[in-house]
């Protein structure tokens, strides 16, 4: 029996060991200034939390603000739904704000595209701008393309595209891991947070009490790992895609994305816009948020081109033509523009006087528009589009520029396919 003893000990003890928790510290006990971004975390943290559960996975999420327009913010892999706070303070007089904790369950990408989708139809969140980070910024990405008919603007913050180097690059770590105890894995965390994280962002005060303070979980680590490194495909270069305004958001010295990654991010999104902090390390949204917070205004009061000329396609040509009217018509189309199409006899050149006289002639018309491919490059667009009537189809290549007055049809190239 004495033999027996030690060995039960020790089994005791790598079992209680095991059932430690890991610490989750008070932001309030190590952050010592009572400044603007405490108290505007004191008062965030007051505000109700609202659950979904979805697939028999209950979520977390914060809905509030005032607005016309919705901002989804998606945290990274330690992160949850107060990470955002100094953003949320800052836009929420300006527009509706979601934000959600990704449930420790969750562990891959269509499960949080189910939770997320769930939460919006449940809050009737219409278009909607996306601000993630990280793997939020990841998960974005995802969205972008499952369900890009609901997104108009999107800021991909210090996150990566879809790769194998992260999964490659982290494999043993992973393994390892899921050996270890949770105050263990806490460790390691707290490790990385003094080693590389906080001498990024300067040793900043407010980062180095704020992360700490974030709740974590062995099942929730392993689980966020496996939704960064789940790999999905699509076409970034689609019309669906390219007429979504974006944002890049990089920092130059991120230890936790490298450089070949944030460069094969924005070769991604070649149309994206990019903002660079310098020397700000992973999370400037906390650390320099002042700077953050009025990149994000700027962006999101910025016009979108693309909703412009489809506006002049859909509300002035396409409207115009299906009621035979003159006046929308030329608001859609320059004084100026040239019609052109193909016939056995060579090609014809249409002026505007006789089109129109055509389409007064022709009278209304059933018609479907739809926009099959666009791109605007140097304040030119190049649009194509397709207009089925009864029997009949034409595709037309239209030119279009910006004048005064919106942008305005000025090269019209048509022909019929069917």
């Given at each position: 029996?004495?033999?027996?003893?030690?060995?039960?000990?020790?089994?005791?003890?790598?079992?209680?060991?095991?059932?430690?928790?890991?610490?989750?510290?008070?932001?309030f006990?190590?952050?010592?200034?009572?400044?603007?971004?405490?108290?505007?975390?004191?008062?965030?943290?007051?505000?109700p939390?609202?659950?979904l559960t979805?697939?028999?996975?209950?979520?977390?999420?914060?809905?509030?603000?005032?607005?016309?327009?919705?901002?989804?913010?998606?945290?990274?892999?330690?992160?949850?739904?107060?990470?955002?706070?100094?953003?949320?303070?800052?836009?929420?007089?300006?527009?509706?704000?979601?934000?959600?904790?990704?449930?420790?369950?969750?562990?891959?990408?269509?499960?949080?595209?189910?939770?997320?989708?769930?939460?919006?139809?449940?809050?009737?969140?219409?278009?909607?701008?996306?601000?993630?980070?990280?793997?939020?910024?990841?998960?974005?990405?995802?969205?972008?393309?499952?369900?890009?008919?609901?997104?108009?603007?999107?800021?991909?913050?210090?996150?990566?595209?879809?790769?194998?180097?992260?999964?490659?690059?982290?494999?043993?770590?992973?393994?390892?891991?899921?050996?270890?105890?949770?105050?263990?894995?806490?460790?390691?965390?707290?490790?990385?947070?003094?080693?590389?994280?906080?001498?990024?962002?300067?040793?900043?005060?407010?980062?180095?009490a704020?992360?700490?303070?974030?709740?974590?979980?062995?099942?929730?680590?392993?689980?966020?790992?496996?939704?960064?490194?789940?790999?999905?495909?699509?076409?970034?270069g689609?019309?669906?895609?390219?007429?979504?305004?974006?944002?890049?958001?990089?920092?130059?010295?991120?230890?936790?994305?490298?450089?070949?990654?944030?460069?094969?991010?924005?070769?991604?999104?070649?149309?994206?816009?990019?903002?660079?902090?310098?020397?700000?390390?992973?999370?400037?949204?906390?650390?320099?948020?002042?700077?953050?917070?009025?990149?994000?205004?700027?962006?999101f009061?910025?016009?979108?081109?693309?909703?412009?000329?489809?506006?002049?396609?859909t509300?002035?040509?396409?409207?115009?033509?299906?009621?035979?009217?003159?006046?929308?018509?030329?608001?859609?189309?320059?004084?100026?523009?040239?019609?052109?199409?193909?016939?056995?006899?060579?090609?014809?050149?249409?002026?505007?006087?006789?089109?129109?006289?055509?389409?007064v002639?022709?009278?209304?018309?059933?018609?479907?528009?739809?926009?099959?491919?666009?791109?605007?490059?140097?304040?030119?667009?190049?649009?194509?589009?397709?207009?089925?009537?009864?029997?009949?189809?034409?595709?037309?290549?239209?030119?279009?520029?910006?004048?005064?007055?919106?942008?305005?049809?000025?090269?019209?190239?048509?022909a019929?396919?069917?």
């Open positions: 029996m004495k033999k027996l003893r030690w060995p039960l000990i020790i089994l005791l003890i790598v079992i209680i060991i095991y059932q430690i928790p890991a610490p989750q510290a008070d932001f006990a190590l952050y010592q200034h009572e400044d603007q971004a405490a108290r505007q975390l004191r008062e965030f943290m007051q505000r939390v609202k659950t979805v697939d028999g996975i209950t979520w977390h999420y914060l809905a509030g603000g005032q607005g016309d327009k919705t901002i989804l913010f998606l945290h990274g892999m330690g992160g949850a739904y107060n990470l955002w706070w100094q953003q949320i303070a800052a836009l929420q007089d300006r527009y509706r704000i979601i934000t959600y904790t990704l449930p420790e369950e969750v562990d891959n990408l269509d499960k949080a595209a189910a939770g997320i989708r769930a939460i919006l139809d449940e809050e009737k969140a219409g278009k909607i701008y996306l601000v993630g980070t990280s793997m939020g910024g990841y998960i974005a990405q995802y969205l972008l393309s499952a369900m890009p008919q609901r997104i108009e603007k999107a800021v991909l913050s210090n996150t990566f595209p879809p790769n194998k180097q992260i999964a490659a690059a982290n494999a043993g770590k992973a393994r390892a891991v899921k050996l270890m105890p949770e105050i263990l894995v806490a460790q390691f965390g707290a490790r990385q947070l003094q080693a590389k994280l906080l001498p990024a962002a300067q040793g900043d005060s407010l980062l180095a704020f992360l700490p303070s974030l709740p974590f979980s062995k099942k929730q680590f392993l689980n966020r790992y496996q939704v960064v490194i789940d790999p999905f495909f699509d076409n970034p689609s019309y669906a895609q390219r007429r979504i305004q974006k944002l890049i958001i990089e920092a130059d010295n991120d230890p936790l994305v490298e450089p070949g990654l944030r460069a094969k991010l924005k070769a991604r999104y070649p149309d994206a816009r990019v903002y660079t902090f310098h020397n700000a390390g992973h999370f400037p949204y906390i650390n320099q948020a002042a700077t953050y917070n009025k990149v994000l205004k700027t962006f009061a910025s016009d979108n081109p693309y909703l412009a000329v489809e506006k002049t396609i509300d002035n040509y396409a409207a115009g033509r299906r009621q035979a009217d003159t006046v929308l018509l030329r608001q859609a189309f320059a004084p100026q523009a040239v019609l052109y199409t193909n016939t056995p006899a060579g090609v014809v050149t249409i002026s505007l006087a006789d089109y129109l006289d055509k389409v002639a022709d009278g209304p018309q059933q018609l479907e528009m739809r926009i099959l491919d666009g791109r605007i490059a140097h304040h030119i667009a190049d649009f194509r589009v397709s207009f089925d009537y009864p029997g009949k189809r034409y595709i037309d290549n239209l030119v279009l520029l910006p004048t005064d007055r919106g942008w305005r049809i000025v090269n019209k190239t048509f019929a396919v069917k």
